[in-house]
């Protein structure tokens, strides 16, 4: 009972914040997002019946604590669904920089489910392995169907699922990674989202955005997609940024890559910024402009990578496992 997988992380275009069920992750609104490839996450799974400890390890380390608690809510849905009790020996490595905003839980949660459905040999389609990795991050559903992906909530898994959203930018769209390496912690962020005072605004408008998402998507339209992604981050951080805690994430060098994005649009390079929960960005662009892109990027002093659109999680080769 063993399976490996691979899976990509996310970049959030209509960003969810704030889980009215944290147990089993499910956000208080629709989300959109689009994986970043080649960056990815390669998980192993064991079941192993003669063993009576569970393992878990990601990038060398035992994994200990919340993070620990977030894994074994997976790993024990999946054996509930497989009527299984044997112990697990869970392996996993990060081929790009994790923490710092650039969805290493999406793509983490999304390798283990799709590693834990194929060790268990259970029937599933992506949408209901997308159930699976949302209890351990709802941004994981979406990194489980790939590429450009829409991750509806509701109150059982028959809802709360992601689905796959087929547009012409898989092929012509670029993007810059701007690394701005600042430790965040995205869970506590969700945790106060509803104490925010604008987070009642955003949920007002939330509904709304995602369906102009969807056209946009659904239509091709590059400029009105990223658009969009840049105004709900800015969105995001009012919210984030007025709960209890404050939480400020961005950095001087991230205001810095915002400013240059506006001046690249302005000479006329089609360039839009994206953030998550933390310091580093995302710029969207197009095969024909990444080059000056990510030179103008890689001037602001800052590490860059450039990603196109992955798609879903997959299984692989035994020869690729971990262990």
């Given at each position: 009972?063993k399976a490996?997988?691979?899976?990509?992380p996310?970049?959030?275009?209509?960003k969810?914040?704030g889980?009215?069920?944290e147990?089993?992750?499910?956000p208080?609104?629709?989300?959109?997002?689009?994986?970043?490839?080649?960056?990815h996450t390669?998980?192993?799974?064991e079941?192993e019946p003669?063993?009576?400890?569970?393992?878990?390890?990601?990038?060398?380390?035992?994994?200990e604590?919340?993070?620990r608690?977030?894994?074994?809510?997976?790993v024990?849905?999946?054996?509930?669904?497989?009527?299984?009790?044997?112990?697990v020996?869970?392996?996993?490595?990060n081929?790009f920089?994790?923490?710092?905003?650039?969805?290493?839980?999406?793509?983490?949660?999304?390798?283990?489910?799709?590693?834990?459905?194929g060790a268990?040999?259970?029937?599933m389609?992506?949408?209901?392995i997308?159930t699976v990795a949302r209890?351990?991050?709802?941004?994981?559903?979406?990194?489980?169907t790939?590429?450009?992906?829409h991750?509806r909530?509701?109150?059982?898994?028959?809802d709360c699922?992601?689905?796959r959203?087929?547009?012409?930018?898989?092929?012509?769209l670029?993007?810059?990674?701007?690394e701005?390496p600042?430790y965040?912690?995205t869970?506590?962020?969700h945790?106060?989202a509803?104490?925010?005072?604008?987070?009642?605004?955003?949920?007002?408008h939330?509904h709304g955005?995602?369906?102009?998402m969807?056209d946009?998507?659904?239509a091709?339209?590059f400029?009105?997609?990223?658009?969009?992604?840049?105004?709900?981050?800015?969105?995001?951080?009012?919210?984030?940024m007025?709960?209890?805690?404050?939480?400020?994430?961005w950095?001087?060098?991230?205001?810095?890559?915002?400013?240059?994005?506006?001046e690249?649009?302005?000479?006329?390079?089609p360039?839009?910024?994206?953030?998550?929960?933390?310091?580093?960005a995302?710029?969207?662009?197009?095969?024909?402009?990444?080059?000056?892109?990510?030179?103008?990027i890689?001037?602001c002093?800052v590490?860059?990578?450039?990603?196109?659109?992955?798609?879903?999680?997959?299984l692989?080769?035994?020869?690729?496992?971990?262990?």
């Amino acid at each position: 009972m063993k399976a490996t997988a691979k899976a990509h992380p996310i970049e959030g275009l209509v960003k969810y914040h704030g889980m009215r069920d944290e147990q089993l992750r499910q956000p208080y609104h629709d989300s959109v997002s689009v994986c970043t490839a080649p960056s990815h996450t390669k998980t192993t799974i064991e079941f192993e019946p003669d063993s009576n400890d569970d393992v878990f390890l990601i990038d060398g380390e035992e994994v200990e604590g919340r993070s620990r608690e977030r894994i074994e809510s997976v790993v024990d849905h999946v054996r509930d669904l497989a009527d299984i009790d044997h112990a697990v020996r869970f392996e996993s490595e990060n081929d790009f920089p994790t923490n710092i905003g650039f969805g290493s839980s999406s793509s983490g949660f999304a390798a283990a489910a799709r590693a834990l459905v194929g060790a268990t040999d259970l029937d599933m389609t992506l949408p209901d392995i997308s159930t699976v990795a949302r209890r351990g991050s709802a941004s994981a559903a979406r990194a489980v169907t790939g590429a450009f992906s829409h991750l509806r909530t509701g109150k059982n898994d028959a809802d709360c699922r992601s689905e796959r959203i087929e547009t012409e930018l898989e092929e012509g769209l670029r993007i810059v990674g701007a690394e701005v390496p600042s430790y965040k912690e995205t869970e506590e962020a969700h945790r106060e989202a509803a104490d925010s005072h604008m987070f009642e605004a955003r949920m007002a408008h939330i509904h709304g955005q995602i369906d102009e998402m969807r056209d946009a998507l659904l239509a091709g339209d590059f400029h009105r997609t990223f658009e969009l992604a840049e105004h709900d981050s800015l969105s995001l951080a009012a919210a984030t940024m007025t709960g209890p805690a404050g939480w400020v994430y961005w950095q001087p060098r991230t205001i810095e890559v915002f400013n240059t994005v506006r001046e690249l649009r302005e000479a006329d390079i089609p360039a839009y910024f994206s953030v998550d929960t933390g310091a580093s960005a995302y710029i969207n662009t197009t095969t024909d402009h990444v080059d000056r892109v990510e030179g103008a990027i890689a001037d602001c002093g800052v590490d860059t990578r450039v990603w196109e659109v992955g798609g879903p999680s997959r299984l692989l080769d035994e020869g690729d496992a971990l262990f």
